[in-house]
Nanobody, 114 residues
Framework: QAQLVESGGKLVQPGGSLRISCVGS????????MLWYRQAPGKEREWVGT????????SYADSVKGRFTMSRDNGKNTLDLQMNNLKPEDTAVYFC???????WGQGTQVTVSS
């Protein structure tokens, strides 16, 4: 059974950096595109970024472009999101998602506040 588990979310000051991770199991992690989404309180879930199965192609939402970077290690079944220059509006629960199978993690809370 496919499973995705996010970790690393915490309270960070504005301007700070944070790296969150997602570990996949129960499916062939290296065969699938992976994505990050986030959902802020009272708002709809929004797409953050996508990375190809090989890790060589990535695209990002305009709101995070130039600040966030996705990477993956297919040998360890891990997906990372490096977040720099964090802003209060980045506060959200961050979710990873696999496309095939279509599966979501439970999320990890990132809070940006002084």
């Amino acid at each position: 059974q496919a499973q995705l588990v996010e970790s690393g979310g915490k309270l960070v000051q504005p301007g700070g950096s944070l790296r969150i991770s997602c570990v996949g199991s129960g499916f062939t992690f290296s065969n699938t595109v992976m994505l990050w989404y986030r959902q802020a309180p009272g708002k709809e879930r929004e797409w953050v970024g996508t990375i190809g199965a090989e890790g060589d192609l990535a695209s990002y939402a305009d709101s995070v472009k130039g600040r966030f970077t996705m990477s993956r290690d297919n040998g360890k079944n891990t997906l990372d999101l490096q977040m720099n220059n964090l802003k209060p509006e980045d506060t959200a629960v961050y979710f990873c998602r696999s496309l095939s199978p279509d599966h979501w993690g439970q999320g990890t809370q990132v809070t940006v506040s002084s």
